[in-house]
C-alpha cells in the first residue's frame, strides 16, 4: 500500500545507522597506540590520554634532534647526558631556543568500543575509526566512551528513581525512559552502572552531569567511564517506539555509548532488528506531544493558536478520528 | 539565468532550519509568485516544489497547463538556490585578553564563531589544543601595532605556538594582525605548504569602522556568493532601485543573522547605476546559541510574560535550538519572538557605529524566527529592537525569495526579476510611528495619563482619531493596499524626525496596520519582574488577536 501523499514532508531520520565512523579527541600530550590503517578489536587500547595535561618547558640542555618536529613523542633517553627531570610528551613548539612540551603524570587507557578500522590519526586532534557497527544517534552525549551490557529498565514513557537502582546493575548501560532526575544519575554511578539511555535531561540535571564529568576527569585516580546518551532533547518527551522497539531487542548484549557521534553503537552487523513503519508519525509538542500515529494526509494551512496559521498534517492516534497537527510538530523514523 | 527564456523557475533558500521553496511563473509578460511552501530542513526540495505544484493545478489547471507546469516533472524546472553555509569556527590567539577582545570584536561583525585565547586564560598546551582542534576552520593571531607592554613578551613564542600548529595543519587557514607580523617564527607560516591561507593585515583599531582590514580579512575566507546572507543584500539592493527607496533588512535565523541596509542612487546617478549596499553578517544573531550561557537566557527572559523559571526557560531554548521547528502554538512562537528580539539586540551592539545616519524608508523583516508569528506581533518585536522616531514603512519576506534572487550574479537580470515581483515579493506588515514625546515616563511600564494631543488618519469613511498618551502603543486599522495621511496635532511637541506640533506623514496599510508608537525612546523595561511582565502582557494583549472560540 502506497504511503499517503505528503507524508515526504514530514521529517525523517534513519532509526539504526548501519557502519559508523566513531572520532575520538585526542589533546595534545595524548598518544595515539595505532597507526591508519590498523585493524582494532573491540577492547584494543586505541590511545593513552592525559588526565593531568600540561605545559613543560624543556631544559636548554635538553637533547632534542634538528629533525624534531612538532607533534612528535619526546623521550629522554638513557645515556648522553639524559637528565632524569627532564619530562617527556608531544613536542608543541620551539620559542627562544626551548622546546615547549605537553606531557603528564598519570594517564587513561582509551579502548575501541568495537571492532573497526583505523582511517585517521592526527596527533593531538583525534582518532578515527570506522566501523560495521549499528548506531542509534541521539542528540548529546554527556562523559566519555563506555561499554556495558544493555539493561532496559523503564517503559519508554517512564522516570527512574533512584532506589530502582541497585548494584545488580554494576556495569550494566540502562535504558530508564524519558527522564531522569540528578539524585538517580548520582546513584547510578555510586553503583557501578556505565552509562544511562534516556529521551530527554533537563538543563539542572545536565549541568550537575556536566560538572561531576568534569570533576572526575580533573581526579587524581580518575572515575569509572560513565556517560548519559540524551535521545531527544531537553522538553520531556518518552523515547519513540520504534527506538524501544530496537533497545528491546538488544538487551543483554554489550553496546557502547560514543561521543562523536553522540550515539549507542553495537557489534551485531548481522543481527534482525525491528524496522520502523515509515508511516508511523510521532509529536513532539502540543496537545498530543509524546503520542505517536499514522500519517494521513495534508490538512494545508490552519490556525493553531491566536494569530499562529501553520502547515498541518491529519495523523490517526489509535482510534480516535485523525486530528490536525503542525507538520513540524511531526517526526518519524525510517530503515536506512 | 536568462530571465527571458523560461515561464517558470524554482527559488530555493535551504537554510539550516528551514527549506523553502517557490515555484515563479510568466503567465504574460512579467514573473510572478504562483505559490511557496517551507518545511524543516531534511525535506528536500523537489518534494515541497511537487507539492506546490500539486495545489497550483488544483486551484488553476488553465495556468498550471499553459505554463507547462507538472508535479512530477520540477526537478527539471530552473532554479535559483542560495543556501546558509554552515557557520565556521576561528580561534582568536593573542599576547593579551585586552588584544584578543579587540580581534573578537572584528570577528564578531563576521559570520565566525570565536574561541578566544590568551596567555593570561590558556597555557601554551592548551592554546595548542585550541588550534589543532578539529572544528577550528581557522586562526586569527593578532597584536597591537605597536604592541602593548601586557603584550609584548608573549608574542614570539605565540608567533611559534602557530606556525607550528599551523604546520600540522595545513589545510588551516591564518591571519596575522598587527606588530607579531615581523616575528621571525612566522617565516615557518610563510613556507608553509598545503592549501591553507594566509592573510596578512593591520592591527585592530579599537571603533572599527566599515574601514576595517581584519573582518575583511575573516570575511574573505568564507566568500560564499550562494550564501544566502551574501546574497540577501545583494536583493536588497535591486529593491532600493526598484523602489528609490531606502531599505533596511533585519533578519534572524538559525545559525546567525543580518542587518542591510541599502540606499538607491541620487537622481543625478546615470541610469543604471546601483544602490549602495553594507551588511553586517554575524553569529551573534542566531536565534539560539548552540550552548545557553545564562546571559542570553537572561536576555530571552527580560522579554517573556509566562516563564518564570530560568532552567525551564533554558530547557525550552535548548528545545528550540535542537527542534526549531516543532511547537508553533501561541506559547512557543511567543517564545521565538522573545529570542528574536534578543538576537537583533545583540547584533545591533554588534554593528554599533555601523548603521547609517539616515532612517531607511522600509524595514523588512526575515528569517525563520518570524515565520509564524501574526503581523502585529512581528512588527512590535521590529519595532521594540529599532527605536528610531519617525515613520517606517514594515514588510516580510514571507516567501524568503530575498536570498535565491540575491544570488542571480547580472545586476540588470535581478533588478529586472525583482521589479517583476516587486507586488509579490513582500508581505506588507503596514507602518510605524515612533515618536518620542516630551511626557514619556523613564520606563515604559507607566504611560502617561492625559494625551498630549491627536492623531488623525485619512480614510475613505472619514478617517480615524486617536488620542495622543505618552507611553502608549495602540494599532490603527490600515489594510494593505491603503495609502494614507497621518496627521499629527499636539500642544507640547512631538518628536519624529523633528519635533513640531504639527506633522502630516504618509502611512501604507499592511496585514498588521499602523502601529502607533509613543513608548520612550529608547525603550526601557521596567526593572521589576512583576511590572515588566505586565508591561509586556499589556502590549501583547493588543499585538496577538484575541482567541477564537
Same mark, same amino acid.
Given at each position: 500500500?502506497?504511503?499517503?501523499?505528503?507524508?515526504?514532508?514530514?521529517?525523517?531520520?534513519?532509526?539504526?545507522?548501519?557502519?559508523?565512523?566513531?572520532?575520538? $579527541?585526542?589533546?595534545?600530550?595524548?598518544?595515539?597506540?595505532?597507526?591508519?590503517?590498523?585493524?582494532?578489536?573491540?577492547?584494543?587500547?586505541?590511545?593513552?590520554?592525559?588526565?593531568?595535561?600540561?605545559?613543560?618547558?624543556?631544559?636548554?640542555?635538553?637533547?632534542?634532534?634538528?629533525?624534531?618536529?612538532?607533534?612528535?613523542?619526546?623521550?629522554?633517553?638513557?645515556?648522553?647526558?639524559?637528565?632524569?627531570?627532564?619530562?617527556?610528551?608531544?613536542?608543541?613548539?620551539?620559542?627562544?631556543?626551548?622546546?615547549?612540551?605537553?606531557?603528564?603524570?598519570?594517564?587513561?587507557?582509551?579502548?575501541?568500543?568495537?571492532?573497526?578500522?583505523?582511517?585517521?590519526?592526527?596527533?593531538?586532534?583525534?582518532?578515527?575509526?570506522?566501523?560495521?557497527?549499528?548506531?542509534?544517534?541521539?542528540?548529546?552525549?554527556?562523559?566519555?566512551?563506555?561499554?556495558?551490557?544493555?539493561?532496559?529498565?523503564?517503559?519508554?514513557?517512564?522516570?527512574?528513581?533512584?532506589?530502582?537502582?541497585?548494584?545488580?546493575?554494576?556495569?550494566?548501560?540502562?535504558?530508564?525512559?524519558?527522564?531522569?532526575?540528578?539524585?538517580?544519575?548520582?546513584?547510578?554511578?555510586?553503583?557501578?552502572?556505565?552509562?544511562?539511555?534516556?529521551?530527554?535531561?533537563?538543563?539542572?540535571?545536565?549541568?550537575?552531569?556536566?560538572?561531576?564529568? !568534569?570533576?572526575?576527569?580533573?581526579?587524581?585516580?580518575?572515575?569509572?567511564?560513565?556517560?548519559?546518551?540524551?535521545? !531527544?532533547?531537553?522538553?520531556?518527551?518518552?523515547?519513540?517506539?520504534?527506538?524501544?522497539?530496537?533497545?528491546?531487542?538488544?538487551?543483554?548484549?554489550?553496546? $557502547?555509548?560514543?561521543?562523536?557521534?553522540?550515539?549507542?553503537?553495537?557489534?551485531?552487523?548481522?543481527?534482525?532488528?525491528?524496522?520502523?513503519?515509515?508511516?508511523?508519525?510521532?509529536?513532539?509538542?502540543?496537545?498530543?506531544?509524546?503520542?505517536?500515529?499514522?500519517?494521513?494526509?495534508?490538512?494545508?494551512?490552519?490556525?493553531?493558536?491566536?494569530?499562529?496559521?501553520?502547515?498541518?498534517?491529519?495523523?490517526?492516534?489509535?482510534?480516535?478520528?485523525?486530528?490536525?497537527?503542525?507538520?513540524?510538530?511531526?517526526?518519524?523514523?525510517?530503515?536506512? | 539565468?536568462?530571465?527571458? +527564456?523560461?515561464?517558470?523557475?524554482?527559488?530555493?533558500?535551504?537554510?539550516?532550519?528551514?527549506?523553502?521553496?517557490?515555484?515563479?511563473?510568466?503567465?504574460?509578460?512579467?514573473?510572478?509568485? =504562483?505559490?511557496?511552501?517551507? *518545511?524543516?530542513?531534511?525535506?528536500?526540495?523537489?518534494?515541497?516544489?511537487?507539492?506546490?505544484?500539486?495545489?497550483?493545478?488544483?486551484?488553476?489547471?488553465? #495556468?498550471?497547463?499553459?505554463?507547462?507546469?507538472?508535479?512530477?516533472?520540477?526537478?527539471?524546472?530552473?532554479?535559483?538556490?542560495?543556501?546558509?553555509?554552515?557557520?565556521?569556527?576561528?580561534?582568536?590567539?593573542?599576547?593579551?585578553?585586552?588584544?584578543?577582545?579587540?580581534?573578537?570584536?572584528?570577528?564578531?561583525?563576521?559570520?565566525?564563531?570565536?574561541?578566544?585565547?590568551?596567555?593570561?586564560?590558556?597555557?601554551?598546551?592548551?592554546?595548542?589544543?585550541?588550534?589543532?582542534?578539529?572544528?577550528?576552520?581557522?586562526?586569527?593571531?593578532?597584536?597591537?601595532?605597536?604592541?602593548?607592554?601586557?603584550?609584548?613578551?608573549?608574542?614570539?613564542?605565540?608567533?611559534?605556538?602557530?606556525?607550528?600548529?599551523?604546520?600540522?595543519?595545513?589545510?588551516?587557514?591564518?591571519?596575522?594582525?598587527?606588530?607579531?607580523?615581523?616575528?621571525?617564527?612566522?617565516?615557518?607560516?610563510?613556507?608553509?605548504?598545503?592549501?591553507?591561507?594566509?592573510?596578512?593585515?593591520?592591527?585592530?583599531?579599537? @571603533?572599527?569602522?566599515?574601514?576595517?582590514?581584519?573582518?575583511?580579512?575573516?570575511?574573505? #575566507?568564507?566568500?560564499?556568493?550562494?550564501?544566502?546572507?551574501?546574497?540577501?543584500?545583494?536583493?536588497?539592493?535591486?529593491?532600493?532601485?526598484? +523602489?528609490?527607496?531606502?531599505?533596511?533588512?533585519?533578519?534572524?535565523?538559525?545559525?546567525?543573522?543580518?542587518?542591510?541596509?541599502?540606499?538607491?542612487?541620487?537622481?543625478?546617478?546615470?541610469?543604471?547605476?546601483?544602490? *549602495?549596499?553594507?551588511?553586517?553578517?554575524?553569529?551573534?544573531?542566531?536565534?539560539?546559541?548552540?550552548?545557553?550561557?545564562?546571559?542570553?537566557?537572561?536576555?530571552?527572559?527580560?522579554?517573556?510574560?509566562?516563564?518564570?523559571?530560568?532552567?525551564?526557560?533554558?530547557? @525550552? #531554548?535548548?528545545?528550540?535550538?535542537?527542534?526549531?521547528?516543532?511547537?508553533?502554538?501561541?506559547?512557543?512562537?511567543?517564545?521565538?519572538?522573545?529570542?528574536?528580539?534578543?538576537?537583533? =539586540?545583540?547584533?545591533?551592539?554588534?554593528?554599533?557605529? =555601523?548603521?547609517?545616519?539616515?532612517?531607511?524608508?522600509?524595514? =523588512?523583516?526575515?528569517?525563520?524566527?518570524?515565520?509564524?508569528?501574526?503581523?502585529?506581533? +512581528?512588527?512590535?518585536?521590529?519595532?521594540?529592537?529599532?527605536?528610531?522616531?519617525?515613520?517606517?514603512?514594515?514588510?516580510?519576506?514571507?516567501?524568503?525569495?530575498?536570498?535565491?534572487?540575491?544570488?542571480?550574479?547580472?545586476?540588470?537580470? @535581478?533588478?529586472? #526579476?525583482?521589479?517583476?515581483?516587486?507586488?509579490?515579493?513582500?508581505?506588507?506588515?503596514?507602518?510605524?510611528?515612533?515618536?518620542?514625546? *516630551?511626557?514619556?515616563?523613564?520606563?515604559?511600564?507607566?504611560?502617561?495619563?492625559?494625551?498630549?494631543?491627536?492623531?488623525?488618519?485619512?480614510?475613505?469613511?472619514?478617517?480615524?482619531?486617536?488620542?495622543?498618551?505618552?507611553?502608549?502603543?495602540?494599532?490603527?486599522?490600515?489594510?494593505?493596499?491603503?495609502?494614507?495621511?497621518? +496627521?499629527?496635532?499636539?500642544?507640547?511637541?512631538?518628536?519624529?524626525?523633528?519635533?513640531?506640533? @504639527?506633522?502630516?506623514?504618509?502611512?501604507?496599510?499592511?496585514?498588521?496596520?499602523?502601529?502607533?508608537?509613543?513608548?520612550?525612546?529608547?525603550?526601557?523595561?521596567?526593572?521589576?519582574?512583576?511590572?515588566?511582565?505586565?508591561?509586556?502582557?499589556?502590549?501583547?494583549?493588543?499585538?496577538?488577536?484575541?482567541?477564537?472560540?
Amino acid at each position: 500500500m502506497s504511503a499517503p501523499s505528503g507524508l515526504a514532508l514530514v521529517a525523517a531520520a534513519p532509526l539504526v545507522e548501519d557502519g559508523v565512523e566513531l572520532r575520538f $579527541a585526542l589533546r595534545p600530550g595524548d598518544r595515539a597506540f595505532v597507526v591508519p590503517g590498523e585493524p582494532v578489536a573491540a577492547g584494543a587500547p586505541i590511545a593513552g590520554r592525559l588526565r593531568d595535561p600540561r605545559t613543560e618547558v624543556l631544559p636548554a640542555r635538553a637533547s632534542v634532534p634538528d629533525t624534531a618536529r612538532p607533534g612528535d613523542r619526546w623521550t629522554a633517553g638513557p645515556g648522553r647526558g639524559a637528565d632524569p627531570d627532564a619530562p617527556e610528551g608531544e613536542l608543541l613548539f620551539a620559542s627562544g631556543r626551548r622546546w615547549r612540551v605537553a606531557g603528564g603524570e598519570h594517564v587513561e587507557t582509551l579502548e575501541a568500543p568495537v571492532a573497526g578500522v583505523v582511517t585517521a590519526v592526527v596527533a593531538g586532534s583525534e582518532i578515527r575509526i570506522a566501523t560495521g557497527a549499528r548506531a542509534i544517534r541521539g542528540r548529546e552525549l554527556i562523559g566519555g566512551t563506555t561499554t556495558g551490557r544493555l539493561e532496559v529498565i523503564s517503559p519508554r514513557d517512564g522516570e527512574v528513581r533512584a532506589t530502582d537502582l541497585d548494584v545488580d546493575l554494576a556495569g550494566a548501560i540502562v535504558v530508564v525512559g524519558a527522564r531522569i532526575d540528578a539524585e538517580a544519575i548520582t546513584r547510578a554511578r555510586a553503583v557501578g552502572i556505565r552509562g544511562i539511555v534516556v529521551a530527554t535531561l533537563g538543563t539542572r540535571e545536565r549541568r550537575d552531569a556536566l560538572a561531576t564529568d !568534569e570533576r572526575g576527569r580533573a581526579a587524581v585516580h580518575g572515575l569509572p567511564p560513565f556517560a548519559i546518551l540524551v535521545l !531527544e532533547g531537553a522538553v520531556r518527551l518518552p523515547i519513540g517506539a520504534s527506538t524501544m522497539a530496537v533497545l528491546d531487542a538488544l538487551e543483554g548484549r554489550t553496546v $557502547a555509548l560514543v561521543p562523536e557521534p553522540a550515539a549507542l553503537v553495537v557489534d551485531a552487523p548481522s543481527l534482525a532488528l525491528p524496522a520502523p513503519d515509515p508511516t508511523v508519525v510521532r509529536i513532539r509538542s502540543g496537545p498530543w506531544a509524546g503520542l505517536e500515529g499514522a500519517f494521513a494526509g495534508l490538512a494545508g494551512p490552519r490556525r493553531v493558536d491566536r494569530g499562529v496559521i501553520v502547515e498541518t498534517a491529519w495523523v490517526r492516534i489509535g482510534d480516535r478520528p485523525p486530528v490536525a497537527v503542525a507538520l513540524g510538530d511531526l517526526d518519524r523514523r525510517i530503515a536506512r | 539565468m536568462t530571465a527571458a +527564456t523560461p515561464r517558470l523557475l524554482l527559488a530555493i533558500d535551504r537554510g539550516a532550519a528551514t527549506t523553502s521553496v517557490a515555484i515563479l511563473g510568466r503567465p504574460a509578460t512579467t514573473w510572478r509568485v =504562483l505559490g511557496t511552501l517551507a *518545511a524543516p530542513a531534511a525535506v528536500e526540495p523537489g518534494t515541497l516544489a511537487s507539492t506546490i505544484a500539486t495545489r497550483i493545478v488544483a486551484a488553476d489547471a488553465g #495556468l498550471a497547463t499553459s505554463l507547462g507546469l507538472r508535479p512530477d516533472a520540477v526537478d527539471d524546472l530552473p532554479r535559483l538556490e542560495a543556501r546558509s553555509r554552515p557557520p565556521s569556527t576561528l580561534a582568536i590567539v593573542a599576547g593579551s585578553r585586552r588584544t584578543a577582545d579587540l580581534l573578537a570584536s572584528s570577528a564578531a561583525r563576521t559570520p565566525w564563531r570565536s574561541r578566544i585565547a590568551s596567555p593570561e586564560t590558556h597555557d601554551p598546551r592548551e592554546m595548542t589544543e585550541l588550534v589543532l582542534d578539529a572544528g577550528v576552520s581557522a586562526i586569527l593571531l593578532g597584536s597591537g601595532d605597536p604592541a602593548g607592554p601586557d603584550e609584548r613578551a608573549a608574542l614570539d613564542d605565540l608567533a611559534a605556538l602557530v606556525t607550528a600548529a599551523a604546520r600540522r595543519r595545513p589545510g588551516l587557514d591564518v591571519v596575522v594582525a598587527g606588530a607579531i607580523r615581523t616575528r621571525r617564527a612566522l617565516g615557518g607560516l610563510r613556507e608553509r605548504e598545503g592549501a591553507g591561507r594566509l592573510v596578512e593585515v593591520p592591527a585592530a583599531r579599537r @571603533r572599527g569602522g566599515w574601514d576595517d582590514p581584519i573582518r575583511d580579512a575573516l570575511a574573505s #575566507l568564507i566568500a560564499d556568493p550562494s550564501d544566502a546572507r551574501t546574497a540577501m543584500p545583494l536583493a536588497l539592493g535591486s529593491l532600493a532601485e526598484v +523602489t528609490d527607496r531606502r531599505m533596511s533588512l533585519v533578519e534572524v535565523g538559525y545559525d546567525g543573522g543580518l542587518l542591510a541596509w541599502a540606499v538607491p542612487p541620487p537622481a543625478s546617478a546615470p541610469a543604471g547605476a546601483a544602490a *549602495a549596499v553594507r551588511s553586517v553578517h554575524s553569529a551573534a544573531g542566531e536565534l539560539v546559541a548552540p550552548q545557553t550561557i545564562p546571559e542570553d537566557v537572561d536576555a530571552v527572559m527580560a522579554w517573556t510574560i509566562g516563564e518564570h523559571d530560568r532552567h525551564r526557560l533554558t530547557d @525550552r #531554548l535548548r528545545e528550540l535550538r535542537g527542534a526549531p521547528w516543532a511547537d508553533l502554538s501561541g506559547p512557543g512562537v511567543r517564545l521565538r519572538l522573545a529570542a528574536a528580539r534578543a538576537a537583533i =539586540l545583540r547584533l545591533r551592539r554588534v554593528a554599533v557605529g =555601523l548603521e547609517p545616519d539616515e532612517p531607511a524608508d522600509i524595514v =523588512l523583516v526575515a528569517g525563520g524566527a518570524f515565520a509564524a508569528g501574526p503581523p502585529a506581533a +512581528t512588527a512590535l518585536a521590529v519595532i521594540d529592537t529599532t527605536r528610531r522616531p519617525g515613520t517606517v514603512a514594515l514588510a516580510w519576506d514571507a516567501a524568503r525569495l530575498l536570498a535565491p534572487l540575491g544570488t542571480i550574479a547580472d545586476p540588470v537580470e @535581478r533588478r529586472t #526579476l525583482v521589479a517583476d515581483l516587486a507586488d509579490d515579493l513582500l508581505v506588507p506588515l503596514g507602518s510605524a510611528i515612533v515618536a518620542a514625546t *516630551a511626557g514619556a515616563t523613564r520606563d515604559a511600564g507607566s504611560p502617561g495619563r492625559h494625551p498630549v494631543g491627536r492623531l488623525q488618519v485619512d480614510g475613505p469613511d472619514g478617517g480615524t482619531i486617536l488620542d495622543l498618551v505618552p507611553g502608549d502603543l495602540s494599532i490603527v486599522d490600515l489594510p494593505p493596499g491603503r495609502v494614507a495621511a497621518a +496627521t499629527i496635532v499636539t500642544d507640547e511637541g512631538i518628536g519624529l524626525v523633528r519635533r513640531a506640533r @504639527r506633522a502630516t506623514v504618509t502611512v501604507n496599510g499592511g496585514v498588521a496596520g499602523l502601529v502607533v508608537d509613543l513608548r520612550p525612546v529608547p525603550l526601557r523595561l521596567p526593572d521589576r519582574r512583576d511590572r515588566r511582565r505586565s508591561t509586556i502582557a499589556a502590549w501583547d494583549a493588543i499585538t496577538w488577536p484575541e482567541e477564537v472560540p
